[in-house]
């Protein structure tokens, strides 16, 4: 079944590459607007093994912008869905699924890249630092939200973002700096202006498989269907394209 499912995949970069990408281990952080869709094409090029990340259920603020969330699915776990939809799109897949709240432990062993879509600013900061502590080539998402343009979107190294003043970047390029990292992380961000009619923020309290117990402000972005979608797969191309031989 997994050649007829790949064929179309074969016919651009052949049968060696499709071997070879079921060879690799990508971990996707974050399973919202632009992860969904970021594990959901990395499962349709035929990555291997797939980790997926994420503590959140479905809303129905979800439904406008992630794969997962319909009126059905409203409370129930996005990682246990996309556990069932991945492998729906690809039963060969392996598949690690973590249920919880990422801070700053994880087991990069055996992974070959890292697409980052988390919204925390803590724990993205902690993931960045470690993938570039532990060698691990990783891609961020920077700048889906508050914006409907997904031709403003752009990849490039976190050194050359464009738009360094937009808070949320500046935040973390300054929090990464202080723990010395300022280059060698490639993003996705957009040339886009953002805007949002009415700021939103809220502060949640969420506790950990292991106990901890979690509080962190969470502000609210305008999101819609466009951008984070495009965002994810932008980040699933990069890191697929990252594993291809030479195909043309």
């Known amino acids: 079944m997994s050649e007829d499912i790949f064929s179309r995949n074969e016919l651009f970069w052949g049968k060696e590459n499709q071997k070879l990408l079921s060879t690799k281990h990508a971990a ?13 094409s990395l499962a ?5 093994e797939l980790t997926i990340i ?5 809303s129905p603020s979800n439904i406008n912008r992630q794969c997962t969330a319909f009126h059905s699915t409203i409370g129930k776990s996005k990682a246990k869905l996309f556990e069932a939809r991945l492998k729906d799109i690809y039963p060969d897949i392996k598949l690690n699924v973590i249920d919880d ?29 470690s993938c570039v502590s532990s060698d691990i080539p990783v891609i961020s998402s920077m700048g889906a939200g508050n ?5 403003k979107l752009y990849i490039c190294d976190i050194s050359d ?22 280059s060698g992380i490639t993003v996705v961000a957009s040339r886009e202006k953002p805007f949002v009619k009415e700021k939103l923020s809220s502060t949640e309290q969420i506790v950990t498989k292991s106990g901890e117990n979690i509080e962190f402000t969470k502000i609210t972005p305008a999101s819609t269907p466009f951008v984070a979608s495009c965002a994810g797969i932008f980040m699933a191309s990069y890191i697929t394209q ?3 031989k030479d195909y043309k």
Not at 54 to 58: I, K, P, Q, S, Y
Request: charge should be negative.
């Open 28 to 40: 996707v952080f974050g399973l919202g607007g632009v992860g969904g869709f970021c594990a959901e």
């Open 44 to 48: 349709r090029a035929g990555i291997g």
């Open 101 to 129: 709240f990422y801070l700053d432990s994880f087991d990069f062993g055996g992974v070959d890249y890292v697409a980052d879509a988390i919204d925390t600013m803590r724990s993205k900061i902690e993931l960045l630092k």
């Open 161 to 182: 973002i464009e738009n360094k003043n937009a808070p949320f970047i500046s935040n973390i390029i300054y929090q990464l700096k202080k723990r010395g990292v300022e």
């Open 54 to 58: 994420d503590f959140d259920e479905v």
């Open 242 to 244: 990252s594993f291809l």
């Open 147 to 151: 914006r409907i343009d997904p031709s």
